[in-house]
């Protein structure tokens, strides 16, 4: 391997800690120095990314770039790197959106410093979740990208009073970390519950997935501890009932925020479950599939039903996420391996697309101070651009062929039409009623005449404007030319299945 | 039998280092009696650098025990002693400016700081039950008078009250448990009582035990021994708040795991059911009480006792991997502890803060020090990258190999509900603005001899946190000196 080879994954842990380390010895009265350094590491993290997803070679498969360094000889931890398939397109993610995110968070004018540090603090855990081989770090990195999250919409939201309720931002990031943390209190649980079952005296991953092989963890422990780790990492992916944390969230989170949790942060859930559930507890996996399959369903239905009933942009988005993360769970339950590579290349696709939509509306909110599309029309003649990329980001959403979406959406319904037709039928029809909310808020809010209250809208800024075309690439790119990702998926994917025999 | 007494050359140090200090105090030239506290804290703070350096250097391989089994000067009393050292080096530290503006005795404050360390090496140390006490009464002495040597103040007076009254009894109870168990067995030393105590009549052991538990729960403030911890957090000057929380606290779990390794290891089944009904209710209690609170002080004490709890589901299941995951818990905990009542002190003094509402502001009064909080109480939550969650990590999976999983369930259950009241002081600090007029309104800071202190904390805070491994593969090390986890 070449020196870039051996170190790109732990730089891309190290890097943000570095910049967050850095930023705090920076004066805070220094804020374009701040920003500078902000967008560089960003920049930097999305080469190191592009770099990492570029030299997985999937014609070899498995695991690669690992890397293992001693930690914690006593209970043994060690630091463990390494990328299968899935791993490596969520990096690429990653990158995507970090640099996106902290492009746009220049745009903030209170106190960058410490936005900065959390962000970066955020993005070194994200990064190490999806790197991490060792369960441990898994755990220690995944509870790392949360606790930044408090903070950051507790200090920089914005609370919302809408004509029936309103929403303070405490309200909305207290309700969002402690619903995150208890539902890791349950993994935590899970990992301990495995690691003493499986005797091996080791966190490493594929030590503990070898267990799972040989019988160690055997079906009746892998039965009660799965849903464990189902409903845990679940809920992180926006798993219904346990949602509601997501679109609150969403709405008082500022827009770098929102971008990094819905565009990332909410897949670290789907793929703790394939980490942990399918790699480790396969048995668990079988047994449970069909109700990850059916909550995936209801997820996707009940998403957008409740997006039809928002007039927020942000509730919209919000709930739009909700249910397009019940793709990738409905993609999980089939255990097929069609419907499996839908569902990660989903992650992935609705990860910019949903980064793409927080960008712009985060601009339109930035000014006109509403987010209410009904409030909200003609836009598209006083912000062209802002426009066009929401349209398209609507289209990619609603799976129009062309677009990211639809190609993803597409395997995963070729999946649930192998395994459970009706719920793949089912699965359909929510695709139709997501056509329907966002053609209608497109209708709304970018056509017609404008008011005269809109007359001053500029359109967006050059930061907003590289952050938008770095989301845009990738929507476009998968859609027309998905191959690349999906050989990148291949490998990861049936190495999963393989482990659960399906 | 060793009767070289120069092993006990720290002891010695740290008893004359006491002495200095009053005598120093003493006879200060009329030229320096206006920085009377900073002399104490400096001969202090250095003298106690000194005797950890001694300690450190004349530290020998194990060489086993003393006088009859009176005093072990093992590694695993090392571990202890660096810590209570470095803990009484950080409290007669923090409380420089402290004693200087609230308190009138500067020489009698570090003098009894320094004697509690020496109590709570002793303690550790400690091989047989009447040594036991009379170190766990040397430190509880020190304690009562540090307790209310906050002159003039109600709440002091009312603290010391208390916990002198209910310490007495406690100690009482212990006392008395020791002599069942002396009656019964004829012997003290824990290593002899270990294959005596089945021997005898079952009832007298079991009652003398109980009694024994119920006098320790006390100093550790375990539910339903825990009753005098709030007002006694809250009454007395914050230094000793801190120094009673770390220092006690782990100097009583020291010889409690001593205790239970070479006395008791034999009986685990069935004091393992006291203990696991301890754990439970000392987490539950505290996390569910610690809620409702709005002093910091008193929260911070809750948030000791659940501390606690975490330690007792450790002892619950002891064996040698919960023996290192709770030392290394309790190195973390004094670390972190110490980092937060750094701050907590400075605001009490420099903006005479004490509730939870009254922090509004102090992240823009001064970013370092709501930074360390924050990081502190982070720590306590359990949260990466600090100390709390690979240490309370380690604790629960020990535990769990020793197949109490429900028991690490209700643990990190109460981990869940204190995350909440640790958010209530960080969202004080960080999204409540100040008050016009409030001292936090403006610019507030540590003393630049704080600020270090602070720094040196949240350093270790971290480091713990990221890098765990040499500091376990010493706790290894001096865990190995335990009789029944020898060689293993």
Same mark, same amino acid.
Do not use: C
């Given at each position: 391997m070449s020196y870039f080879e051996r170190h790109v994954l732990e730089s891309l842990i190290y890097l943000p800690m570095l910049t967050a380390l850095v930023l705090v010895f920076l004066p805070a009265k220094g804020r374009a120095l701040i920003r500078t350094v902000g967008i560089a590491s960003g920049a930097l993290a999305l080469v190191g990314s592009l770099y990492a997803f570029l030299a997985y070679d999937e014609a070899v498969?498995?695991?690669?770039l690992v890397r293992v360094y001693p930690w914690f000889a006593g209970l043994g931890i060690d630091f463990r790197l390494g990328v299968d398939g899935i791993a490596a397109l969520m990096v690429l993610l990653t990158g995507i959106v970090t640099f996106a995110g902290a492009v746009v968070a220049?745009?903030?004018?209170?106190?960058?410093k410490a936005y900065y540090v959390l962000l970066n603090l955020l993005v070194a855990g994200v990064y190490g979740t999806f790197v991490s081989t060792d369960l441990f770090f898994f755990f220690f990195f995944y509870e790392l990208a949360i606790v930044p999250m408090y903070l950051l919409i507790a200090i920089w939201g914005s609370s919302s009073v809408f004509p029936t309720f309103s929403r303070t931002k405490e309200y909305a990031a207290l309700k969002l970390v402690l619903m995150i943390v208890a539902a890791s209190v349950l993994v935590w649980i899970g990992i301990i519950a495995i690691y003493v079952q499986a005797d091996a005296g080791t966190f490493d991953i594929a030590v503990l997935a070898q267990a799972a092989a040989d019988g160690r963890l055997d079906a009746g422990f892998q039965r009660w501890v799965f849903p464990l780790v189902m409903v845990g990492f679940g809920l992180l992916a926006g798993m219904w009932p346990f949602h509601t944390w997501s679109p609150d969230g969403h709405v008082s989170a500022p827009t770098s925020v929102s971008m990094l949790h819905a565009g990332v942060l909410m897949k670290l859930g789907a793929f703790g479950i394939i980490r942990v559930g399918m790699q480790l507890l396969p048995q668990g996996m079988d047994d449970w599939s069909l109700v990850l399959f059916i909550i995936g369903t209801i997820n996707v239905v009940y998403g957008a039903v409740s997006a039809l009933a928002q007039t927020d942009l942000k509730y919209v988005i919000g709930y739009s996420s909700v249910s397009h993360m019940g793709y990738v769970l409905m993609g999980l339950g089939t255990l097929d391996s069609v419907g499996f590579t839908g569902a990660s290349l989903q992650m992935f696709s609705h990860g910019v697309m949903t980064a793409l939509f927080f960008t712009l509306v985060g601009a339109i909110y930035e000014r006109s101070h509403t987010r209410d599309s009904l409030v909200l029309n003609g836009l598209a003649s006083r912000m062209g651009w802002a426009s066009g990329l929401f349209i398209l980001a609507g289209l990619a959403s609603l799976g129009l062929p062309g677009l990211s979406g639809f190609v993803a959406e597409v395997l995963v319904f070729i999946g649930a039409f192998r395994t459970e037709p009706v719920l793949g039928a089912i699965g359909i029809a929510g695709a139709a009623i997501t056509a329907v909310y966002i053609l209608r808020l497109v209708g709304r809010v970018f056509f017609g005449t404008p008011d005269k209250q809109w007359d001053n809208l500029r359109d967006l800024n050059l930061r907003e404007g590289i952050a938008a075309a770095t989301l845009v690439v990738p929507v476009v790119a998968v859609g027309i030319f998905p191959a690349p990702f999906l050989d990148v998926l291949r490998p990861g994917v049936a190495a999963v299945l393989a482990g659960i025999g399906g | 039998m060793h009767t070289d007494f120069s092993i006990l050359l720290p002891e010695f140090l740290l008893a004359g280092l006491a002495l200095a200090v009053l005598v120093v105090d003493m006879v200060l030239p009329q030229a320096l009696l206006r920085r009377r506290s900073d002399v104490a804290a400096i001969i202090a703070t250095v003298g106690m650098a000194l005797v950890l350096a001694v300690t450190l250097l004349t530290a020998r391989e194990n060489t086993g025990f003393l006088y009859e089994q009176l005093l072990f000067t093992d590694r695993f009393a090392l571990l202890f002693k660096v810590l209570f050292l470095g803990t009484g080096i950080a409290v007669s530290w923090m409380s420089q400016e402290y004693v200087g503006a609230k308190m009138r005795h500067p020489g009698e404050f570090h003098a009894l700081v320094v004697l509690a360390v020496l109590g709570a090496g002793l303690m550790a140390s400690a091989g047989e039950l009447l040594t036991a006490y009379i170190s766990i009464e040397l430190l509880s002495f020190a304690l009562y008078v540090l307790v209310g040597l906050g002159r003039g103040d109600r709440r002091s007076a009312e603290a010391v009250t208390k916990y002198v009254l209910l310490g007495a009894v406690s100690s009482a109870v212990m006392l008395f448990g020791i002599s069942l168990l002396y009656g019964a067995t004829?012997?003290? @030393?824990f290593r002899y009582l270990e294959g005596l105590l089945d021997q005898v009549w079952a009832p007298v052991p079991i009652v003398g035990f109980a009694l024994l538990v119920a006098g320790l729960g006390f100093k550790l403030s375990a539910v339903p021994f825990h009753l005098w911890t709030p007002d006694v957090y809250e009454g007395a000057p914050t230094p000793v708040t801190a120094l009673i929380s770390v220092l006690s606290k782990s100097a009583t779990v020291a010889l409690v795991i001593r205790f239970l390794a070479e006395g008791a290891m034999g009986y685990q089944e069935h004091w393992q059911v006291a203990l696991v009904v301890l754990a439970v209710l000392t987490m539950t209690v505290g996390t569910l009480t610690a809620? @409702?609170?709005?002093n910091v002080k008193r929260l911070l004490a809750y948030s000791s006792i659940t501390q606690v709890g975490f330690v007792l589901v450790g002892l619950a299941a002891l064996s040698e991997g919960s023996a290192n995951a709770i030392a290394l818990h309790l190195a973390g905990y004094a670390f972190t502890n110490l980092a937060a009542f750094t701050v907590v002190s400075m605001v009490e003094v420099r903006a005479g803060r004490e509730s939870i509402a009254g922090y509004a502001g102090l992240a823009s009064a001064s970013p370092f020090s709501a930074m360390v909080l924050t990081a502190a109480l982070f720590s306590l939550a359990g949260l990466?990258?600090?100390a709390g969650f690979i240490t309370k990590f380690a604790l629960f999976t020990a535990a769990a190999q020793e197949g109490l999983l429900w028991l690490v369930a209700v643990a990190v259950l109460a981990s869940l509900v204190s995350l909440y009241y640790y958010l209530r002081i960080v969202r004080a600090m960080y999204v409540d603005k100040a008050e016009a007029g409030s001292p936090l309104a403006g610019r507030l800071a540590l003393s630049p001899v704080s600020a270090a202190l602070a720094w040196a904390l949240l350093a270790g805070t971290i480091a713990v946190g990221v890098y765990p491994g040499p500091l376990a593969g010493w706790i290894d090390a001096a865990t190995n000196a335990l009789g029944p986890f020898l060689g293993t």
């Amino acid at each position: 391997m070449s020196y870039f080879e051996r170190h790109v994954l732990e730089s891309l842990i190290y890097l943000p800690m570095l910049t967050a380390l850095v930023l705090v010895f920076l004066p805070a009265k220094g804020r374009a120095l701040i920003r500078t350094v902000g967008i560089a590491s960003g920049a930097l993290a999305l080469v190191g990314s592009l770099y990492a997803f570029l030299a997985y070679d999937e014609a070899v498969g498995g695991f690669q770039l690992v890397r293992v360094y001693p930690w914690f000889a006593g209970l043994g931890i060690d630091f463990r790197l390494g990328v299968d398939g899935i791993a490596a397109l969520m990096v690429l993610l990653t990158g995507i959106v970090t640099f996106a995110g902290a492009v746009v968070a220049a745009n903030r004018d209170e106190d960058p410093k410490a936005y900065y540090v959390l962000l970066n603090l955020l993005v070194a855990g994200v990064y190490g979740t999806f790197v991490s081989t060792d369960l441990f770090f898994f755990f220690f990195f995944y509870e790392l990208a949360i606790v930044p999250m408090y903070l950051l919409i507790a200090i920089w939201g914005s609370s919302s009073v809408f004509p029936t309720f309103s929403r303070t931002k405490e309200y909305a990031a207290l309700k969002l970390v402690l619903m995150i943390v208890a539902a890791s209190v349950l993994v935590w649980i899970g990992i301990i519950a495995i690691y003493v079952q499986a005797d091996a005296g080791t966190f490493d991953i594929a030590v503990l997935a070898q267990a799972a092989a040989d019988g160690r963890l055997d079906a009746g422990f892998q039965r009660w501890v799965f849903p464990l780790v189902m409903v845990g990492f679940g809920l992180l992916a926006g798993m219904w009932p346990f949602h509601t944390w997501s679109p609150d969230g969403h709405v008082s989170a500022p827009t770098s925020v929102s971008m990094l949790h819905a565009g990332v942060l909410m897949k670290l859930g789907a793929f703790g479950i394939i980490r942990v559930g399918m790699q480790l507890l396969p048995q668990g996996m079988d047994d449970w599939s069909l109700v990850l399959f059916i909550i995936g369903t209801i997820n996707v239905v009940y998403g957008a039903v409740s997006a039809l009933a928002q007039t927020d942009l942000k509730y919209v988005i919000g709930y739009s996420s909700v249910s397009h993360m019940g793709y990738v769970l409905m993609g999980l339950g089939t255990l097929d391996s069609v419907g499996f590579t839908g569902a990660s290349l989903q992650m992935f696709s609705h990860g910019v697309m949903t980064a793409l939509f927080f960008t712009l509306v985060g601009a339109i909110y930035e000014r006109s101070h509403t987010r209410d599309s009904l409030v909200l029309n003609g836009l598209a003649s006083r912000m062209g651009w802002a426009s066009g990329l929401f349209i398209l980001a609507g289209l990619a959403s609603l799976g129009l062929p062309g677009l990211s979406g639809f190609v993803a959406e597409v395997l995963v319904f070729i999946g649930a039409f192998r395994t459970e037709p009706v719920l793949g039928a089912i699965g359909i029809a929510g695709a139709a009623i997501t056509a329907v909310y966002i053609l209608r808020l497109v209708g709304r809010v970018f056509f017609g005449t404008p008011d005269k209250q809109w007359d001053n809208l500029r359109d967006l800024n050059l930061r907003e404007g590289i952050a938008a075309a770095t989301l845009v690439v990738p929507v476009v790119a998968v859609g027309i030319f998905p191959a690349p990702f999906l050989d990148v998926l291949r490998p990861g994917v049936a190495a999963v299945l393989a482990g659960i025999g399906g | 039998m060793h009767t070289d007494f120069s092993i006990l050359l720290p002891e010695f140090l740290l008893a004359g280092l006491a002495l200095a200090v009053l005598v120093v105090d003493m006879v200060l030239p009329q030229a320096l009696l206006r920085r009377r506290s900073d002399v104490a804290a400096i001969i202090a703070t250095v003298g106690m650098a000194l005797v950890l350096a001694v300690t450190l250097l004349t530290a020998r391989e194990n060489t086993g025990f003393l006088y009859e089994q009176l005093l072990f000067t093992d590694r695993f009393a090392l571990l202890f002693k660096v810590l209570f050292l470095g803990t009484g080096i950080a409290v007669s530290w923090m409380s420089q400016e402290y004693v200087g503006a609230k308190m009138r005795h500067p020489g009698e404050f570090h003098a009894l700081v320094v004697l509690a360390v020496l109590g709570a090496g002793l303690m550790a140390s400690a091989g047989e039950l009447l040594t036991a006490y009379i170190s766990i009464e040397l430190l509880s002495f020190a304690l009562y008078v540090l307790v209310g040597l906050g002159r003039g103040d109600r709440r002091s007076a009312e603290a010391v009250t208390k916990y002198v009254l209910l310490g007495a009894v406690s100690s009482a109870v212990m006392l008395f448990g020791i002599s069942l168990l002396y009656g019964a067995t004829g012997q003290t @030393a824990f290593r002899y009582l270990e294959g005596l105590l089945d021997q005898v009549w079952a009832p007298v052991p079991i009652v003398g035990f109980a009694l024994l538990v119920a006098g320790l729960g006390f100093k550790l403030s375990a539910v339903p021994f825990h009753l005098w911890t709030p007002d006694v957090y809250e009454g007395a000057p914050t230094p000793v708040t801190a120094l009673i929380s770390v220092l006690s606290k782990s100097a009583t779990v020291a010889l409690v795991i001593r205790f239970l390794a070479e006395g008791a290891m034999g009986y685990q089944e069935h004091w393992q059911v006291a203990l696991v009904v301890l754990a439970v209710l000392t987490m539950t209690v505290g996390t569910l009480t610690a809620m @409702a609170q709005t002093n910091v002080k008193r929260l911070l004490a809750y948030s000791s006792i659940t501390q606690v709890g975490f330690v007792l589901v450790g002892l619950a299941a002891l064996s040698e991997g919960s023996a290192n995951a709770i030392a290394l818990h309790l190195a973390g905990y004094a670390f972190t502890n110490l980092a937060a009542f750094t701050v907590v002190s400075m605001v009490e003094v420099r903006a005479g803060r004490e509730s939870i509402a009254g922090y509004a502001g102090l992240a823009s009064a001064s970013p370092f020090s709501a930074m360390v909080l924050t990081a502190a109480l982070f720590s306590l939550a359990g949260l990466p990258i600090f100390a709390g969650f690979i240490t309370k990590f380690a604790l629960f999976t020990a535990a769990a190999q020793e197949g109490l999983l429900w028991l690490v369930a209700v643990a990190v259950l109460a981990s869940l509900v204190s995350l909440y009241y640790y958010l209530r002081i960080v969202r004080a600090m960080y999204v409540d603005k100040a008050e016009a007029g409030s001292p936090l309104a403006g610019r507030l800071a540590l003393s630049p001899v704080s600020a270090a202190l602070a720094w040196a904390l949240l350093a270790g805070t971290i480091a713990v946190g990221v890098y765990p491994g040499p500091l376990a593969g010493w706790i290894d090390a001096a865990t190995n000196a335990l009789g029944p986890f020898l060689g293993t």
